[in-house]
C-alpha cells in the first residue's frame, strides 16, 4: 500500500466533494451534522460497523450533535485507497 501523490488525490477528491485534504493530519477530513445527540451516535454506531468489517478506522470527534471525521493510513503516513474507500460507503450512507 503507498499513499496517494496530490495528483491521485485531487483525482479522488474530485468525486468527493464532502471531503477536503487536512495536510497537517495527513487524512481526508468530512464534517457531518446530525439533528441530535443520539443521531450522531448512531451514525458512529452505522460507519464504526462498516470500518470495523474492512479493518480501516476513522479518527473522530463527536461534538454533541456533530461528528468530524479523518481517515488516514498509519502503515504510510498518508491518504490510500482505503481511505477513499471508507469516505465513499460513509457518503453511501450519509450522503451529504
Ligand atoms: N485504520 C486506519 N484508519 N488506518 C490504519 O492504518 C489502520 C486502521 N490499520 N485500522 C489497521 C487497523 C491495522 O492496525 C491492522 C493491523 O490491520
Same mark, same amino acid.
Given at each position: 500500500m503507498t499513499a496517494l501523490n496530490d495528483r491521485e488525490l485531487t483525482?479522488? @477528491?474530485n468525486s468527493l466533494p464532502a471531503w477536503r485534504h487536512d495536510a497537517e493530519r495527513k487524512a481526508l477530513h468530512r464534517r457531518l451534522s446530525f439533528a441530535t445527540f443520539a443521531d450522531a451516535l448512531? !451514525?458512529?454506531v452505522r460507519i464504526g460497523i462498516e470500518a470495523d468489517k474492512?479493518?480501516?478506522? %476513522?479518527?473522530? &470527534?463527536?461534538?454533541?450533535?456533530?461528528?468530524? #471525521?479523518w481517515l488516514t493510513t498509519h502503515d504510510v503516513n498518508g491518504? &490510500?485507497?482505503?481511505? #477513499? !474507500? @471508507? !469516505?465513499r460507503a460513509i457518503d453511501a450512507?450519509? %450522503?451529504?
Open positions: 483525482a479522488h @477528491l448512531a !451514525a458512529m474492512a479493518d480501516h478506522h %476513522p479518527e473522530w &470527534t463527536n461534538v454533541y450533535d456533530r461528528l468530524d #471525521i491518504v &490510500t485507497v482505503r481511505d #477513499i !474507500a @471508507l !469516505a450512507m450519509f %450522503p451529504a
